[in-house]
């Protein structure tokens, strides 16, 4: 049977105690080969305990799950923000490699073990080494995504759109080339990201708070409101009992989507 990456979302990757909404970080990728599969121990960032599963190395499945487990590897164990920094890879292929990492949110310092033969999972995905957060000169929002070019929530450039250069808080033009830079819309109001949101609303992108059952901003239904399964993105039946889902309102063409990841 094959699985698409909404179930490794919901299910694999779903915090094994009773209760717990949290999705597990990979802390160790372990190879097994004798089984033909990819072991891995996870920690959940809310109850902080960590579990054990399994992952088919069959391609067709590779394919699936390689995305969300590079997605969740690299978010700090503490916080569960997507804010980690590369600080150093010991290990060779022949080996494992232990790379080390730091939260430039809450700083905390943490290793992810992973096996040489399985090393190639994540590491294209391994965040930069000069990873900072960015606060938007405009609306003071903290900026965690490392590849954004404009503050997702006011628009305001915060690298120069031709070479690719810091601007400073000020800049109307980049100092580097001469570029015009935008400057955002100033009535916007900060949004702030703290350890107590755990994910976004995959319909409108709203800021999710551990044990949320319906996104507060659009009321997509997150968990079935009858027997409690963590609902697949885009369900409209719960796949477990089969209950209707209630679909959240749909975004306007103006929404934005801050910081972390899709929610379970």
């Known amino acids: 049977m094959a699985f698409d990456t909404s179930y490794y979302k919901t299910q694999k990757f779903a915090c094994g105690k009773k209760g717990c909404s949290g999705t597990l970080i990979p802390v160790q990728i372990r190879e097994n080969k004798k089984?033909?599969?990819?072991?891995?121990?996870?920690?959940?960032?809310?109850c902080k305990k960590v579990f054990q599963f399994s992952l088919s190395l069959n391609k067709s499945e590779v394919d699936k799950w390689q995305p969300v487990l590079e997605e969740q590897t690299f978010k700090?164990?503490?916080?569960?923000?997507?804010?980690?920094?590369?600080e150093k890879v010991l290990g060779n292929p022949r080996s494992d490699y232990k790379i080390k990492v730091e939260c430039v949110e809450c700083k905390k310092e943490d290793d992810r073990a992973v096996d040489g033969g399985v090393y190639f999972l994540v590491e294209n995905k391994l965040p930069s080494a000069e990873r900072t957060i960015i606060t938007c000169p405009t609306c003071n929002t903290k900026v965690t995504d490392e590849s954004a070019k404009k503050c997702p929530n006011c628009g305001r450039d915060l690298f120069c759109g031709k070479c690719g250069s810091l601007l400073s808080a000020k800049a109307s033009f980049c100092m580097k080339c001469g570029s015009s830079a935008e400057k955002g819309d100033f009535t916007k109001k900060p949004i702030q990201i703290s350890k107590d949101v755990v994910g976004t609303c995959p319909n409108c992108g709203a800021n999710l708070t551990p044990k949320a059952k319906f996104c507060n901003e659009c009321g997509q239904e997150l968990f079935c409101n009858k027997c409690g399964n963590p609902l697949p993105v885009q369900a409209v039946f719960c796949n477990l009992c089969g209950d209707p889902v209630r679909i959240g309102k749909k975004p306007g063409p103006t929404s934005t989507r801050i910081g972390g990841t899709l929610r379970k």
């Open 76 to 86: 700090c164990t503490e916080c569960g923000q997507s804010t980690l920094k590369t």
């Open 35 to 46: 089984d033909g599969e990819v072991k891995v121990f996870g920690k959940c960032p809310e």
